[in-house]
């Protein structure tokens, strides 16, 4: 079990977390935005692009009319 989720850790499967949630927060799914970056930091807890994105999901997600 600890070898498959350090081997999950260092996959790309990271990116593709990010990128969905990037997609969601275009979309203005910010929930789904906010649920996606914690996954891809989850797999890898130093991707900065994450913090950054998840930063702004939460930012966009407070900020709703």
Same mark, same amino acid.
């Given at each position: 079990?600890? #070898?498959? /989720?350090?081997? %999950?850790?260092?996959?790309?499967?990271? $990116?593709?977390?990010?990128?969905?949630?990037?997609?969601?927060?275009?979309?203005?799914?910010?929930? @789904?935005?906010? #649920? @996606?970056?914690?996954?891809? %930091?989850?797999l #890898?807890?130093?991707?900065?692009? /994450? +913090? /950054?994105?998840?930063?702004?999901? $939460?930012s966009? +997600?407070?900020?709703?009319?």
């Open positions: 079990i600890i #070898r498959r /989720a350090t081997s %999950l850790s260092r996959s790309p499967f990271f $990116y593709t977390t990010n990128n969905l949630g990037a997609i969601y927060g275009k979309q203005g799914l910010m929930e @789904e935005a906010i #649920r @996606e970056f914690k996954v891809a %930091l989850k #890898r807890p130093d991707y900065a692009l /994450a +913090h /950054a994105n998840l930063a702004v999901a $939460y966009k +997600h407070n900020n709703k009319p």
